[in-house]
């Protein structure tokens, strides 16, 4: 399974998995139809199959334009979503599987950015390669989605499900926020070495126009301060030593940044 970064919007990321051995593909979260069209045209590929991670307009666009070019394809998204995607033709819990490319993705319930958000976690293949973690707007890389229809427990707890998966997960979140991420997070956590690193690699390839996405679940746990909510220094900076009300006073001071 290929994986493809399609730019559209303004900062949003669109994944393209490709399976060549069939010539089929899928897409993740398209926010709009034309960059989809416009790859699947290259690779002479059919669309069979959208993984919606959950209803917000950026992210299901271009649903019923690429419905309408693929009539075959398969909508899928969470079971609390119905009503809100377009097409959606499958409804997924918790636990649930899907199958492309000869891989098994888990879906994984992750509320907190929205009551009905999921994430799709395909593992790998051999143990020792990469596992590909498609996360829509709950887990951002240096960062996390805003709490719009959920709780900061129900985020917590979302994310928690996302940080126990192996640190060499390639994290494919749905936008380009990484530098502004990381510029906030050195607000709170401006000693960590890790951290102050990845900052100057993040600022370099931004100065060159590149990409941050993926980005690796290993680097999120040592730098992501929404995944660091039991750190003493992070919740110094909370000034509490609660895990959801630093969580909270956190993700506040960033919706102000």
Known sequence: MQVI?????????IFLLYDRTQNIAAVVDPAEAEP???????????LVAIFNTHHHQDHVGGNQQ??????????????????RIPGQQVFLEDNSHIKFANR??????????????IAYYFPPEVASEPGDLFCGDTLFAGGCGRLFEGTPAQMINSLNK???????????????YTLKNLQ?????????????K????VKAYRSRGEATIPSLLGVEKRTNPFLRWEQPTLQSAAKSNDPVQTFAR???????F
């Open 162 to 176: 996302l940080r126990s998966l192996p640190d060499n997960t390639r994290v494919w979140c749905a936008h380009e």
């Open 5 to 13: 970064r399609l730019e559209a919007l303004s900062d949003n990321y």
């Open 198 to 201: 990845r900052f100057d690699e």
């Open 250 to 256: 956190i993700r506040g001071m960033k919706d102000k």
């Open 184 to 196: 906030f997070a050195l607000t709170l956590d401006g000693e960590n070495a890790d951290l102050q």
């Open 36 to 46: 989809v069209l416009k790859q699947l045209a290259e690779l002479k590929a059919e």
């Open 66 to 83: 690429l419905m309408q070019q693929f009539p075959a394809v398969t909508v899928y998204g969470g079971i609390e979503d119905r009503g």
């Open 104 to 117: 098994v993705a888990e879906v994984i319930f992750v509320p907190g950015h929205t009551r009905a958000h």
